[in-house]
């Protein structure tokens, strides 16, 4: 079992950075899958970026390819998201899930964190 929880959300000005946080608690922390999703209101969850278990394979969408930067902690059960450049399109609520292995599909992940806002404003 695997409890995420979230932090570091907040309204930004466009240009802009915020580090999102992901801290986990279990002992097995480290064999898990890391991945952040966002959902926007009136649409579906999407995907963010993943990361290995060893954190050597890392995957992004497109659309923060070279602007966001996920990264993981084992010795502190903790997942980061570096969010720079944010735009109006970046708003949406964050997720942090925990899975098997890193994927881009959110039905591959067993454990999701209740979210946090990120509003960036033009």
């Known amino acids: 079992q695997v409890q995420l929880v979230e932090s570091g959300g907040g309204l930004v000005q466009a240009g802009g950075s915020l580090r999102l946080s992901c801290a986990a608690s279990?002992?097995?922390?480290?064999?898990?899958?890391m991945g952040w999703f966002r959902q926007a209101p009136g649409k579906e969850r999407e995907f963010v970026a993943a990361?290995?278990?060893?954190?050597?394979?890392?995957y992004y969408a497109d659309s923060v390819e070279g602007r966001f930067t996920i990264s993981r902690d084992n010795t502190k059960n903790m997942v980061y998201l570096q969010m720079t450049s944010l735009k109006p399109e970046d708003t949406a609520v964050y997720y942090c899930?925990?899975?098997?292995?890193?994927?881009?599909?959110?039905?591959?992940?067993?454990?999701w964190g209740q979210g946090t806002q990120v509003t960036v404003s033009s």
């Open positions: 279990g002992r097995t922390f480290s064999s898990y899958g």
């Open positions: 990361i290995s278990w060893r954190g050597g394979t890392i």
């Open positions: 899930a925990a899975g098997g292995r890193a994927t881009m599909t959110r039905f591959s992940y067993d454990y």
